[in-house]
């Protein structure tokens, strides 16, 4: 399993600011974060896998977002063009990330997983917070320069009621 100290190695390596910040207590999940911080949701950000059907078969899609503001699975299937969408089981998190389930970092994620990071998060320097895989840390990174390392399309994932989009980013196969 990936943990703090691979993080804080690959951000040194590419000489990216950042900070490892020891949390006061143990967590179980990223939506733990804002309470344990002292922090906005807006300013949390989290990984959610999800397995998704398609008329290819079934494979994980992670998406980045924030705790304030989690991706619908409707919204997702709509962007990949998906016929089912549904949370990945912890072990299949596990599995396809190399993260714990609940604390994955969204970066060295598999360069095979499919991400979907939401546009909401780019353009801005404000400083984030994002686990690291282990129960008792945290990373605070500012926005633009997680982003620049996560390897993954730029999409919205705000669902327009008065017209729906269509799939826009199909899976490979």
């Not at 344990?36 to 950000?45: G, K, M, R, Y």
């Not at 999800?50 to 619908?72: D, K, L, N, Q």
């Not at 396809?96 to 990071?117: Q, R």
């Amino acid at each position: 399993m990936k943990d703090a100290l691979a993080i804080h190695r690959w951000l040194l390596a590419h000489q990216v600011h950042h900070e490892i910040v020891r949390l006061p207590r143990a967590m179980t999940s990223v939506r733990e974060l804002p309470d344990l911080l002292s922090v906005s949701p807006a300013t949390c950000v989290e990984v959610t896998v999800f397995e998704v059907t398609t008329r290819i078969g079934r494979e994980p899609v992670a998406v980045v977002s924030t705790v304030g503001t989690p991706p619908a699975s409707g919204v997702v299937g709509g962007i990949v063009g998906a016929r089912r969408v549904r949370p990945a089981t912890a072990f299949a998190v596990n599995s396809v990330t190399d993260y714990a389930a609940g604390l994955v970092c969204p970066l060295l994620l598999p360069e095979t997983l499919p991400v979907l990071v939401d546009e909401r998060l780019s353009g801005t320097a404000q400083v984030v917070h994002t686990p690291t895989g282990e129960r008792r840390t945290a990373l605070r990174i500012r926005a633009d320069h997680l982003l620049a390392l996560v390897p993954g399309k730029t999409i919205g994932l705000v669902q327009s009621r008065s017209r729906r989009e269509p799939a826009t980013f199909p899976l490979a196969g």
